[in-house]
């Protein structure tokens, strides 16, 4: 925040923070503290530099190096050893790695299936979780507090329960006796129960259903923050609310659709859960193939090289959305 | 004006709906008495009773909320530290990648994160001997990776919010940033870092995917149990544990809810 945005009321205080600690620098300013070694040490290292260290090194040890080693393992080969892969460097470094299983993954129908499918899968998730999701975030946001938190409260409470467990609920409600067909069948609407569990929209709908907040949460914050003397003067000025909604609101609001779209978009790529749970047999989704080559298989190096063509097709969204995100004024 | 006064709330209502059926028919079945799950005979609650003399699914749950306990605990303070660097620090070489790896495990595959940790520990077993193995110390060490992604979004939206003046002025009067992190931040930013420490909890607490990976023998979690047990086919116990689960965290939300709107009321 610039001291351009700031209130009077906070100019002044900040102003007055000023005169005093100009007045007061040199008396109030405590001597150092803590022994000769202390002192020392904090000379080496400061405590600034260890703040951001701790972090850094963190992330780096389990999140980057973890990367490096799953494109390392890529270009092994599968071995009956512990662990099952084959060195990359023998005794004195050579190297051994080659791109054979990347090679196999272009050879094998199976593997650009399955993303091209999981790609696909995830691109009709995300516009339906938008077809619903945006009513949702509008009303929402055009409504008054307190109803207002109150329903932003629904939107985010199914988020904090099990997501196993709001996967599980629709086995209960898509099954052939489940909820749905049963209720179907005693209205009288059809005779036969239709098969909706193990099939393509059942994932659909898994996606939909536990992806909704983020969907909901990025567009609401953008639509709140709308300015609405935008809409009445498109209204004013005789545009019918199609047209004021396409042409005002719907532009205004890209970057809240493009945040929401990439936040489900993104974690259905990988989805495991979902389909093992409501797809089919046949429903083919990359993490479900690279869960299936890590355990079924025990072929690691296979896996960690789906893994990293998986990496590669999800970094162009993850781009997409940090530009997306508003930009912090520097 | 007409038209849309009609369809939104009907578009929003519908939208609810759908959120929470699934939820509501998965609690009202897990009082039917009938194995079948999906068919209503009468009101009972012995499936709860069955829930709580499952050892097998007790143990786990034990053994999800310790790893859930400690990894918010660490995830918190790692969070918090990120937070703090990339909203107070100003401008450092390492700031941008900082920032990429805080809010890269946000959005990152689940598969992809579970394999490459588990396939850095077993490197680092190999060379370093530790971890000896995989159990709660990976599974904790995991978790507390994805959940600090967490934890520090939601620390630095608190930081953004606060007025820096009050950091400045403590500054200004000659405290050492310590003691103005200890004295004045960590105290405006507590509300963030307890909601940063349940969202790691209740991550943590749900995870399948990612523990999966990088479990051991005797350390399978709770969503590992459900899991296997959901594969089969719907079962009665799992209604009844949901129903508990979900009981919980909606008692827990509501109360938050309300301290929320009560402070902001004064």
Redo the contacts between chains.
Sequence with gaps: MGSGNLGPVEQCRRRGANVMSEAAHIPMRRAPGGNLITRMLSRVISGRALVIAVPLVWLLIFFVIPFVVVLQISLTDAAIARPPYTPLFGDNWEFYGDLENYAFLLSDALYINAYLSSLKIALISTLLALLIGYPMAYYIARTEEPKRSLLLMLIILPFWTSFLLRVYAWIGFLSLNGVINNTLISIGIISEPIVMLQTDFAVYIGIVYTYLPFMILPLYANLVKMDVSLIEASQDLGASPMSTFFRITLPLSLPGVIAGSMLVFIPAIGEYVIPALLGGPDTLMIGKVLWTEFFNNRDWPVASAVATVMLVVVVLPIILLRNAQPKEPS | ?N??GF???T??LL??V??????M??II?SFNENK????WSRFSTKWYGELFSDDQIMGAAWISLQIAFTSAIIATV??T??G??LTR?GR?R?RT??MG?????L???????G???L??F??ME?FLGWPAGRGMTTII??HS?FC?AYV?VVVQSRLGDM???LE??AL???A???RVFFDITLPVIAPALISGWL?SF?LS??D??IA??VSGPGSSTL?MV??SK??L??SPD??A??SL??LI??V??AIA?WQL?RGMKK
């Excluded at chain 2, 079948?36 to 068919?39: D, S």
């Excluded at chain 2, 790896?101 to 495990?105: F, K, Q, W």
């Design positions: 004006m038209r849309r369809f939104l709330p578009a929003a939208g609810f759908f959120l929470y059926a699934p939820i028919s998965l079945f079948l799950v999906t068919v790692l969070g530290l990120a703090l660097v620090f450092f390492l990648p900082l790896m805080t809010t890269a495990p959005v990152m595959p689940e598969v992809i994160t394999l490459s940790l396939l850095l077993v490197g190999a060490i995991a990776t600090m520090a007025d820096d003046s400045e002025a200004d009067l000659g050492r940033p310590v969202l209740t607490l749900d399948l995917v999966s990976f969503p459900i899991f959901v594969k086919g719907v799992i209604n544990l949901a689960i979900i965290v909606g827990g939300i809810f709107r």
